[in-house]
T-cell receptor, first 113, second 115 residues
Framework: GNSVTQMEGPVTLSEEAFLTINCTYTATGYPSLFWYVQYPGEGLQLLLKATKADDKGSNKGFEATYRKETTSFHLEKGSVQVSDSAVYFCALSTTGGSYIPTFGRGTSLIVHP | DVKVTQSSRYLVKRTGEKVFLECVQDMDHENMFWYRQDPGLGLRLIYFSYDVKMKEKGDIPEGYSVSREKKERFSLILESASTNQTSMYLC??????????????FGPGTRLTVL
């Protein structure tokens, strides 16, 4: 079956530091890969996605590249802000059926001023 | 923008009560989902529905039921609430076919406490 493994948190950084949150996956077929973000007290929202190998998703300064050879989709940002403090979820979905996603367990990011 | 709303942000119920959680989406999406979110466990799928009156069990359906009488509304029902159902409940929807089919749109969540 499908699975997503992401690094455990919390990840604690100072403002303007470089961020990496690791995500690896196992899947049958050719999945689409996602990062969702959950700000305090809110539901999840899509941050970025990539649908095929070597695609790079980007949004709000965050980037992730679909690496089929290493089955990874690591999230990066060059300079984090306090407002980036949130929980980040890596996810995948495979084509066919109802596109039910498989989520990782989430990584909490805390950014200090 | 897709909007998914949930009937309550916070809910406190007693053990044994029947609890209804309502979710409404305004973008004519075919698919709707109920998850629960617990610390360290991530999101777990309870039920999903791909059409009116259709439902499928997810990973943890025990103790829950659902109802989808109209396309825009998907209800989660706790027949007899128990303390181990204290959790954050998230509703989501997706469309079928076309661009963005695989993107989930989430509501703000309902934090349910069962005493």
């Amino acid at each position: 079956g499908n699975s997503v493994t992401q690094m455990e948190g919390p990840v604690t950084l100072s403002e303007e530091a470089f961020l990496t949150i690791n995500c690896t996956y196992t899947a049958t077929g050719y999945p689409s890969l996602f990062w969702y973000v959950q700000y305090p007290g809110e539901g999840l929202q899509l941050l970025l996605k990539a649908t095929k190998a070597d695609d790079k998703g980007s949004n709000k300064g965050f980037e992730a590249t679909y690496r089929k050879e290493t089955t990874s989709f690591h999230l990066e940002k060059g300079s984090v802000q306090v407002s980036d403090s949130a929980v980040y979820f890596c996810a995948l979905s495979t084509t066919g059926g109802s596109y039910i996603p498989t989520f990782g367990r989430g990584t909490s990011l805390i950014v200090h001023p | 923008d897709v909007k998914v709303t949930q009937s309550s942000r916070y809910l406190v119920k007693r053990t044994g009560e029947k609890v209804f959680l309502e979710c409404v989406q305004d973008m004519d999406h075919e698919n709707m989902f109920w998850y629960r979110q617990d610390p360290g466990l991530g999101l777990r799928l309870i039920y999903f529905s791909y059409d009116v009156k259709m439902k499928e069990k997810g990973d943890i359906p025990e103790g829950y039921s659902v109802s989808r009488e109209k396309k825009e509304r998907f209800s989660l029902i706790l027949e007899s609430a128990s303390t181990n159902q204290t959790s954050m409940y998230l509703c989501a929807s997706t469309r079928t076919g076309g661009e963005g089919t695989d993107t989930q749109y989430f509501g703000p969540g309902t934090r349910l406490t069962v005493l």
